[in-house]
């Protein structure tokens, strides 16, 4: 009898297994696939590796901003193939031996819940006290006539490309599809975005989501945005814009990034009693079920779909299953979008403060008031925006543009959790010369 098994290895399962073992519980995790899950084998983890080396590709095309000649500079993709390899390889390692250190099982095979206690691996039953579902998400695939070409990739299959395409026609301006975006066109590759809505970046804060555009433009992206995409033929993607008028885009291949579902086929959700939609497990914010003991976390919620907050959700499921008392607040989960610039933010857009009539101040502030941000980005444009409570000053939103927010801005997701006030953060010390300094500025302005 175990007192968790976790189904699924991502960051939610592989994280609340650990977080169990150390506890000194009996647990065990079943993965049919890859241990890290997608994050770490085909999603967060490859992608950012590929950016990385784009992102320094560019540097080198503008060395002359650093004082620096480089007569020529180019992507040796089947290098950065391997190169990528080896990070994965290296980090599942780690996982592994996380696992393994703090005694957690781990059972290969498909996992499906045959009761409350009991979940079925191959032809084994394993009885426990909890089970812990955190089975992750796959690409989604809309209903466009001929999403099944061959000359169409998802999220994990491109990464199957040996060569770099010279155009890519990419379905979905998310960021999935803006991370994409931003690295094939750093290495040379003519790239087009086909975004449904106005906007890209939906979700973010509307004049953060501007700002990149326009960056993102001047780095030779094209967007389409209020475009449909109605077929595809082959390698030709077949279009329809705002006003009704039709086109077509030919492309080497073309990236389905319309973001991803929940896995729920083949759990044994039905006959358990779990309740569930096509957007994922209904849980509460203490990583709870309806049906006692069965718990679940990460994307297969449907709640937030990133790694981070599959880890804390899981480990905030672990903490409550065994007579703790925890919670996740999700308006202070930061989330990033690792573009160039990046994108990093935290708590409620100023769209969403105005549809739920709350009274606001806000102010923003250009990246290049801080000193380190100008040395780092000599070609680089950003801003800080913030939102506070126009009574007590509470910090309600921080949204930022600009290489390094991904690295402060989790200071501003702790300010949000603490329900800190402006006048709180004028206390704080803010090291010098840091990017952080521009954020700062911009919380004490938000007072004025």
Sequence with gaps: MYDLIVIGAGPGGYEAAAHAGRKGKKVAIAEKEHIGGTCLNVGCIPTKTYLRSSKLLAECKHGADFAIRIPSAELDFPAL??????????????????????????IPGHARLTSRSAVL???????????LIATGARPAVPPIPGIDSGAVLDSTSVFELTELPKRLAIIGGGYIGLEFASFFAAAGTEV???EMLPQIAAGCDRDI??????????????????????????????????????GTFAADFILNSTGRVPILEDLG?????????RKGIKTSDKGKTNVPGIWACGDVTGRRLLAHAAAREGIVAVNNMFGGDDRLRYDSIPSVIYTHPE??????????????????KKSMVPMAYSGRFMIENPQGAGVVKVLAGAKYGELLGVHALGDS?????????A???????????AQLVFPHPTVSEAMKEAILRAAE
Excluded: P, W
């Design 405 to 413: 927010s991904s690295e402060f801005i989790v200071a501003a997701a």
């Design 415 to 425: 300010m949000i959790e603490a329900e800190m006030c402006v006048s709180d953060v």
């Design 192 to 194: 087009v975005v086909f």
């Design 343 to 360: 994108v990093a933010s935290v708590g409620k857009t100023e769209q969403e403060l105005k549809a739920e009539g709350v009274s606001y």
């Design 121 to 131: 691996v191959g032809e084994t039953t394993y009885e426990t006290k909890n089970i």
């Design 81 to 106: 193939i391997d190169r990528k390899n080896r990070v994965v390889g290296t980090l599942t390692k780690g996982v592994e031996t996380l696992l393994k250190r703090t005694g957690v099982q781990v």
């Design 269 to 277: 959700l039905e006959q358990t009693g779990v309740d569930f939609d």
């Design 209 to 246: 989501a501007d700002r990149l555009s326009k960056e993102l433009k001047r780095q030779g992206i094209q967007f389409r945005t209020a475009t449909r995409v109605t077929r595809i033929e082959g390698r030709t993607l077949h279009f329809e814009d705002a006003a009704g008028a039709a």
